[in-house]
């Protein structure tokens, strides 16, 4: 049974920063690659960031050059650096596979921007 437990939100100011961690139980891990989705009042949910098996990574242009996606496949970890925050960077983000069927959703870490 796998599961994913987003951690790190949290009330930041714009301009602020904050890391999310994705703690993944249960898979293999440094198998897939992984993603960083956001799903904001409202609207669908997003993919906003991926990193591949070889640590090659992919942005949004929402976020590119402020955030930054990273793995640790001994812990089985992956993380996401978000600098220069935005109010429109407030949403829940989910960790999961990318590409290929998703893993059942954890439950999200909430990330508020606002002054």
């Known amino acids: 049974q796998v599961a994913l437990v987003e951690s790190g939100g949290g009330l930041v100011q714009p301009g602020g920063s904050l890391r999310l961690s994705c703690a993944v139980s249960g898979s293999i891990f440094r198998r897939y690659t992984m993603g960083w989705y956001r799903q904001a009042p409202g609207k669908e949910r997003e993919l906003v960031a991926d990193i591949t098996t070889n640590s090659g990574t992919n942005y949004a242009d929402s976020v590119k050059g402020r955030f930054t996606i990273a793995r640790d496949n001994t812990e089985n970890i992956l993380y996401l650096q978000m600098n220069s925050l935005k109010p429109e960077d407030t949403a829940v983000y989910y960790c999961?596979?990318?590409?290929?069927?998703?893993?059942?959703w954890g439950q999200g870490t909430q990330v508020t921007v606002s002054s």
């Open positions: 999961n596979r990318v590409r290929v069927s998703p893993y059942p």
